[in-house]
């Protein structure tokens, strides 16, 4: 059988990785949910969950957001699709934002569609450079 020819020919070390994988918990993956105004601090955003030993999973380093907006025909609703289906391969959904401002419809839609798939919390990051980590619920997204 081919997998079992694959699996010969891995080095030693490989397969050990490999099974020392299938013996640990599996880390979680964070969707990172930010405005696109954020992208400049996307490594800051990364890093974070990694400091929490999770992997993060970024819509624009998994689906390059403008490269996909010009291969999806410049159609911005596909890219969000596409977004929206990252945030349900997630464990977890972080959101940042600024408190004094709007989020975007985009991650509006994302915390909707996670609270309502997943029945989970978001949690609401302000300052991707502080410590503050707020729960909120798809319902306290509101103007005013």
Request: proline fraction near 2%.
């Amino acid at each position: 059988m081919f997998k079992d020819k694959i699996y010969g020919m891995l080095t030693s070390e490989t397969k050990r990785v490999i099974q020392e994988f299938r013996e640990e918990p599996l880390r979680k993956v964070v969707y990172t949910s930010f405005d696109g105004d954020d992208m400049h601090h996307m490594l800051a955003i990364c890093d974070l969950v990694l400091k929490h030993n999770m992997i993060a999973l970024n819509p624009e380093m998994a689906l390059g957001y403008y490269i996909s907006t010009e291969t999806l025909g410049g159609k911005k609703i596909n890219v969000m699709t596409d977004c929206l289906t990252l945030t349900i391969f997630s464990d977890i959904l972080w959101v940042y934002g600024k408190t004094d401002t709007l989020l975007s419809e985009g991650i509006m839609a994302e915390i909707f569609l996670w609270s309502q798939i997943k029945n989970k919390k978001a949690t609401f990051i302000p300052n991707v450079y502080g410590s503050q980590m707020v729960e909120m619920n798809y319902l306290e997204v509101k103007d005013g």
